[in-house]
């Protein structure tokens, strides 16, 4: 054979970086860096990663009683490569040991978390009967449950619990997924973005398909949308949208959060007037902040951590919303999925300037 001499190649400029993720994980991070410490339910091996994640665990001061330790368990792994805007170009993972692990049976062993729980977070990385086992669990209490969906594949398992959700987070594809789950058919056709789309049209083209979420049951749907910011949306009007989160009060740590947001954002937010209809559609946009993105692969984990620690703190949707797209800026200008910490004077002062910005976009009956 002829001898054919290879040439060096070059190697483009790249940076490998270790950092602690998982959708669950990172929200319970957030909520634990903003004031409210969560309970987390999941399952890790005994290998390297997961003694990573378990130190990192304790040295929040955090329980790690529900979470799954086992020798036969993979913990689970992704590799994102970011492009040179930070954002994600590609991604490998094995998360297998979520599903095969964390069963119904483990968790019903932490019903009573469950049952004392101010609210219960959900990821779709859980096979439906372990979403169920969860969702009804907290049912029993009347604890609201949160739905967070992962990816567009993973979405679709709302099917089987819509209506035991309160508030679900999708971003724009996960939502049109997770209608068309819900309707049984694939009648919602995939978003075709325009680059001049104003707000008012985008949400024309979302509306069929968060109006059908609502209808099976769940309560609030935030729909995330990159820089455009978030459209939270639900039937009647604001005061609507506590329905269900009306009897979490403030405690312990939370106070000084509590305050804090409150003397940024008042709690009457002034932009709409209520509806008791069935039939009524409420919708509110608040725009994304400006930020100096580093990456942004922790910004929906922490706009979802930064709602969920402002809820258990007693803020109201509106307010969490606004504390959300604050946490999410933070996280896109860290090195981290998670910043290392959040100055709760800077999440304050960009939680008024998107709370002052939001706007009503659709507020009539849907008949």
Not at 146 to 153: D, L, M, Q, R, T
Not at 239 to 251: A, H, I, Q, W
Request: a negative charge; glycine letters at 6%.
């Amino acid at each position: 054979m002829p001898f054919l001499q290879s040439l060096p190649i070059p190697e483009p400029p790249h940076l490998v970086r270790y950092v602690l993720g998982g959708v669950a994980r990172n929200v319970a991070e957030c909520v634990s860096k903003l004031g409210t410490k969560p309970f987390m339910i999941s399952a890790v091996g005994l290998d390297m990663a997961g003694k990573l994640l378990l130190e990192h665990w304790k040295s929040a001061g955090l329980s790690t009683e529900g979470i799954r330790k086992q020798q036969d368990i993979g913990t689970p792994v992704v590799c994102n490569i970011l492009d040179i805007d930070g954002e994600l170009a590609a991604a490998v993972a094995s998360v297998e040991a979520i599903e095969k692990f964390l069963t119904p049976e483990w968790i019903q062993q932490f019903k009573d978390s469950i049952c004392s729980a101010p609210i219960l977070m959900v990821d779709a990385n859980l096979i439906p009967p372990a979403l169920e086992a969860s969702c009804q669990i907290a049912a029993k209490s009347s604890v609201p449950v949160w739905f967070e969906p992962v990816s567009v594949a993973k979405s679709r398992r709302v099917a089987s619990v819509a209506k035991y959700v309160t508030v679900a987070s999708p971003n724009e594809d996960e939502l049109i997924a997770m209608a068309n789950a819900l309707s049984c058919a694939s009648v919602f056709p995939p978003i075709e973005r325009g680059n001049k789309d104003s707000t008012e049209s985008l949400f024309q083209k979302l509306k069929p398909a968060i109006w059908l979420l609502l209808e099976k049951g769940i309560r609030i749907v935030v729909v995330t949308l990159g820089s455009d910011g978030v459209f939270l949306c639900s039937k009647g009007g604001p005061s609507f949208m506590n329905t269900g989160l009306e009897r979490l009060k403030p405690y312990g740590s939370c106070e000084q959060f509590y305050k804090i947001v409150t003397s940024s954002c008042p709690s009457h937010w002034g932009g709409a007037t209520d509806s008791e209809k069935d039939s009524h559609l409420f919708a509110v946009h608040f725009p994304a902040l400006p930020a100096s993105v580093v990456r942004l692969t922790g910004a929906g984990d922490c706009l979802v951590g930064g709602m969920l620690a402002s809820i258990c703190a007693g803020l109201n949707v509106m307010q969490s919303v606004a504390v959300g797209i604050a946490a999410a800026k933070a996280a896109v200008e860290a090195e981290t999925n998670v910043p290392t910490a959040f100055s709760l004077a800077s999440i304050a002062d960009d939680a008024r300037s998107v709370y002052t910005a939001a706007k009503v976009v659709f507020n009539q009956s849907m008949l």
